[in-house]
């Protein structure tokens, strides 16, 4: 029977496919005091794309020269109207740059975030940590939520208020901040889902982010990171020059916890339970099929 069980496994894997108890887990559940909750799986969702362009906003030509005076896209954009941009990183990278990443990044995680929300994010208030040009702050104030996004580099909040008024949104701002200024007092309050996306991995404080992260919010935080493949709970020590507009701003260390480290640290910061979100599919960037990245669905 287990040799049947390992062979059908391996036969889904080579088509891409893994078998994973989709289970809730908590802290009591790995000090075996709990069995794994089942969950369902949450209906498949999109991004909205291309964006959509406010009306009487800026034009083609005007769109155009406005993405020209920045270096670097780390996500490629579409607009209603058949206008488009390419990613722009210094150094060309196939993983980073593959314009499906973000889309597939977004099938992947967002449909179980948006369950968690009970089907809506209209109403909620949500935190988008290291925002980037704010792809991601964008798409969940286009499904109705209240958003805050904030980086670090002002180059990028720049380009994150142009995709805003392209759009023509409201209901999100974005501002220039450290993760290290980050705290309720100089974000208004905490929030219903905090994303700590693609992040986590470009600090040289990885628990002390989480807890960070964790204090900002008073529901869900969505982890993503990319991560160290030991089946030990380790950190892996990297050094990183700022040199892109997705690395870290300072040269420095920076640390891949292991699947395991992550799972230590949220017990350690007493989170009440959490999901590692399953790989459903082969349309994923390889480095989530490969098990080098790794999101979580955590209840704080
Ligand atoms: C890989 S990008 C992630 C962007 C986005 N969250 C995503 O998942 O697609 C990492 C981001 O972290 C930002 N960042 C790096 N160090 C930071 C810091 N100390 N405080 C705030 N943001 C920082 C970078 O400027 C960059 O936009």
Redesign the pocket.
Known sequence: MGMMKKSIRKLLYWFGYEVQKISKYSADHLAGKKRPVPVATPPPLGPVWPLPRQTRGLTDDEIRKEFVKFDMW??TYAFEGGISFPVRHIKPDRL?DDPKR?AQ?FRHFMPWLLDAQNGSFKGKRVL??????G??SIQCALLGAEVVG????PE?IRQADLIKSIVGLTNVKFTV????E?NPRSLNGTFDVV?N???LF??SNPLETLQLSKAMSHKHLLL?TAVSTSKNPVFELRWEE?QD??????AGIVVYPSRRAVEMMLMHCQVTDWLEIPVRSREIPPDYLNHRHASWLITV
Do not use: Q
């Open positions: 780390h996500y980073i973000h990044r988008d940590i290291a925002c980037n040009s792809y991601w904030f980086d670090a580099r990028l901040l450290d993760i290290k980050m994303l996306m693609g992040f470009h600090v993503d700022p507009t997705w690395t870290a701003c300072r």
